[in-house]
């Protein structure tokens, strides 16, 4: 199975939990402003965060590129001061392709004095073991 852990990022967050995750999988940390090319990929973890309760326009424009011929599944791992922020025009994207959505993690970032000290060593954790259970669930290619 061909699984890419991507992220988009203004503040970093989102390269520190995928490259976390990355290392805890043992691949490697991809940042999605390069448009890497998704042709047959099977899984993307796609990190990234919330920004006046939306995802990245960059990161919405890409995923407008996408196609389910060329790419499978996607599972989510969002972070924002609230924790409960969803990239809601994303997943709407991402359902109009009839890209399969296998599973969505939020955890906190931090705005301003909202959340200070997040994502900390636990938030981490939590994405890392939401990638290892996505990635163990959905690993049925030889
Ligand atoms: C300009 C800006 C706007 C934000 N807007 C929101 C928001 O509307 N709701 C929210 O819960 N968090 C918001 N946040 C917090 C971010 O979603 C959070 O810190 C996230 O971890 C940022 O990810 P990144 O560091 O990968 O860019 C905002 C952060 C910034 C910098």
Same mark, same amino acid.
């Given at each position: 199975?061909?699984? %890419?852990?991507?992220?988009?990022? $203004? ?9 976390? &995750?990355? @290392?805890?999988?043992? *691949?490697?940390? %991809? ?15 796609? %990190? ?23 790419? @499978? $599944? ?10 409960? @922020?969803?990239?809601? *025009? ?31 060593? $636990? ?10 259970? %996505? ?5 049925? &290619?030889?």
């Amino acid at each position: 199975m061909k699984t %890419v852990i991507g992220y988009m990022t $203004k503040t970093k967050h989102s390269e520190t939990i995928a490259k976390a &995750v990355a @290392q805890a999988v043992g *691949l490697e940390a %991809v940042n999605m402003e390069n448009k890497p090319t998704m042709y047959g990929v099977d899984l993307l973890i796609l %990190v990234s965060g919330i920004y006046a309760k939306q995802s990245m326009p960059e990161l919405l424009e890409y995923a407008r590129t996408w196609k389910s011929a060329n790419f @499978q $599944k996607v599972a989510l791992i969002t972070s924002s001061s609230s924790a409960e @922020q969803r990239p809601k *025009l994303l997943l709407q994207i991402l359902k109009e392709k009839y890209i399969e959505i296998v599973g969505e993690c939020r955890v906190k970032g931090n705005f301003l004095l909202i959340s200070r000290g997040h994502p900390n060593e $636990k938030d981490i954790n939590t994405a890392i073991e939401f990638a290892q259970k %996505v990635i163990a669930e959905n690993d049925t &290619v030889e």
